[in-house]
DNA sequence: ATGTCTTTGTGAACGCGTGCACAAAGATGG
DNA sequence: CCATCTTTGTGCACGCGTTCACAAAGACAT
């Protein structure tokens, strides 16, 4: 029976053993004392506690080039997803296949979630087309939804909505490459500096709120 | 003069005012006691502390639909990026203009980087074809990389890496939507995992720290 | 069986971040 | 010029998560 120790476990992944053990101790005594835990045991129950070993089908609404990136990931259907079904608006998109799944016009919308069960949708559409969007889905059913429009979405309680800006990482990376670089980023403020600056905010000019780690 | 107080701006945040101040004080004094913060001078201490009134020109590598989805994306450059250039492997895409920009193929990656002072690359290739991308990149002076295939990337010190792993944000949507059903099975889970703020749409939720493979 | 050895599971201490509460600072009005 | 009011900036205390450290549990050898 193949095992591994929280230590060996810990070493790997970076983290503290107790830690790692008091995680594993939340979802159960998984482990045998002096041996370890069994991996293939150990795999099975998180996979199960994360929702890995259930089905899920999502849709993804607007097959542009992120839908159509986002259909093709491999990824997916390996962590238990199944793409139910592709959807957009245009109807020259209508029938065409996208790796392997015909896409679906907008007015089919509410049909597909039903008849696919399906509680989880991504919308990949442009800004202005998400909330629409959204609220059909909605309306239809889903509950959960990965939003990749630059929007943010407004939904009715017990709705989660996960933003992804593809932009975030990159100004994280920025943040630290401009670290590397030595900026002082000392007290002196430099008078009169707003000043100069009077325009450099987009339409959406929110700043996050919190520092990346 | 338009103010902002800190007491404003923790309730459109959803924190709490002390902290937000407290936060603003390591950048500096920026406030006037009695009056507030001066928006203007504010956003403009912020956005150069992340590092967004620099231009970071950026190179796209691996120009399929993610790539052209991020070339295409509007965030980019009103968060101060530039792309400076795309490169695909695949000579047909030569000279072929992507989101306005023509696509360079991938003999030319050293010259482009040099050319353009480029810091950040984003690999947005096949898995096979990241690591070694990745090490022509780092090799040319780039410092800095945002990976979207699904490759753990290694690297020399100095270089940092950021792994997007367009799955796990449906991963945790699942993971949410597994505990809505209401199933109980026998365990418990670390409170910080057990619910998502409200209005909070983004990819720093919480997640369990570790993952099976 | 009995003892030794390994590793888990967890009580307790520690450290750090968050939030409270208030003095200091500046605006504003009399 | 003084009084009052507002809001910042921050010392301090509290709470929570992380880490330490160890008893308990089981494996394994003799």
């Known amino acids: 029976m ?13 983290v503290n053993s107790a830690k790692l ?3 594993f101790s939340y979802l159960g005594s998984y482990g045998t004392r002096g041996v370890g ?4 045991y150990l795999v099975y129950q998180i996979s199960r506690e994360l929702g890995l070993t259930q089905d899920w089908p999502v849709v993804i609404v607007g097959i542009g080039n ?24 245009d109807p020259a998109m209508a029938g065409k296949p996208v790796a392997g799944i015909p896409v679906q016009h907008t007015d089919d919308l509410e049909k597909i979630i039903q008849d696919n ?6 919308i990949a ?6 909330q629409p969007v959204c609220d059909r889905l909605v309306a239809a059913g889903v509950t959960s939804i990965l939003n990749f429009a630059p929007t943010v979405l407004t939904v009715p309680d017990g709705v989660d909505v996960r933003k992804v800006d ?4 990159l100004q994280i990376l920025a943040f630290h490459e401009q670290r590397k670089a030595g900026e002082d980023h000392g007290g002196t403020v430099p008078p009169a500096a707003a000043h100069q600056e009077p325009g450099e905010q987009g339409p959406d000019g929110d700043v ?6």
Not at 37 to 40: C, F, G, L, S
């Open 66 to 89: 992120l839908g159509a990136a986002l259909a093709n990931y491999g990824g997916f259907a390996s962590r238990g997803f199944r793409v139910a079904a592709l959807i957009d608006a």
């Open 117 to 122: 069960g399906v509680s989880i949708g991504v």
């Open 2 to 14: 193949p095992t591994v120790s929280s230590e060996e476990l810990a070493a790997a992944a970076g």
């Open 21 to 23: 053990r008091k995680d």
């Open 125 to 130: 559409t442009p800004a202005g087309a998400a």
């Open 208 to 213: 996050p709120a919190v520092m990346p780690a």
């Open 166 to 169: 593809l932009s975030i990482e």
């Open 37 to 40: 835990y069994d991996v293939e």
